[in-house]
């Protein structure tokens, strides 16, 4: 793998060819703000939209500043990513974002894990110089999903994991310029989109324009209602995931907790959807053999995930 040599901050790094801005500076611990990018699509800098543009950094001989998750290092390049230039138009950039987006930061439900708000905080946004129209949208609140889009930033993420990631194809940018949004098809409903509902664009969404319905209040209701018997039903998923969210290893089997813990809060039986989810994963395993059968068969229109692509390649 040929090698180049670049200088960031006036340090010097040697990385392979094709490695972006980004994550030569990372790799020797010069951190540089992002908020459209996610290291789940960093192998292809051809389809990342570097959009939100925060992190721009100056580039020697360069005019303009380029954004940094998707310019690709260049042998030599000497790049300043924290002087004068750079973070006056960080702060503006992310003042124009602020200033078309909702002001509730103490009802979000992203309230506190908000990157957008994290940012905000970091570089001391205390006002908001821009006034004028700000963009506004429905609520799309489906099964799982809602989708509260006047906090949209076009950052793309979601769409990004629903089409290279996940390969559903369930949004995408639609309309232009002030009108532009990251949607289902027509801007139709997630409900009536090719949405399955796996969550992925939540994970990934920076701000609260995509989260998941929570019930939490409605079985804190029915487990106080003494003449109700409340039961809990769990994914086999869970009981490994869980203890991640508690500072276990990640795959550490929680399941006499996970049922204690369920129980103690008052929940009457704990069942498992083992054979359901065994079925599931029978299922789900055929077709992906078989998908990846006719990849390597050279099929056209094949849909497979990216990173399995990647892997193949």
Known sequence: METIKLT????TVEVEKGTTILKAARKIGIEIPTLCHFEMCDMNIE???????????????????????ATEAQNGMVINSHNIRVLNARRTVLKLIISDHPFDCLVCAKSGNCELQSLATKFGIRDIPYQGEKSTYRKDTSPSIIRDVDKCIMCRRCEMMCNEVQTVGALSAVNRGFNSVVAPAFEMDLEKSPCTYCGQCVSVCPTGALTEVDHSNDVLRALSDRTKTVIVQ?????RAALG?????????????????????????????????????I??????????????LKGEENVKLPMILKVQIR
């Open 282 to 295: 029978m299922e789900e395993g055929t077709e992906l053999l078989d998908r990846l059968g006719r990849y």
């Open 8 to 11: 960031i901050d006036n340090k």
């Open 234 to 238: 769990t994914a086999p998923a869970v």
């Open 244 to 280: 991640e969210e508690f500072g276990l290893e990640p795959g550490t089997s929680v399941t006499g907790k996970m049922a204690a813990a369920l129980r103690r809060l008052g929940f009457k039986y704990v069942f498992d959807t083992d054979f359901a989810a065994d079925l599931t």
């Open 47 to 69: 389809n990342k939209p570097g959009g939100c543009r925060i992190c721009v950094v100056e580039v020697d001989g360069r005019k303009n500043l380029a954004p940094a998750c």
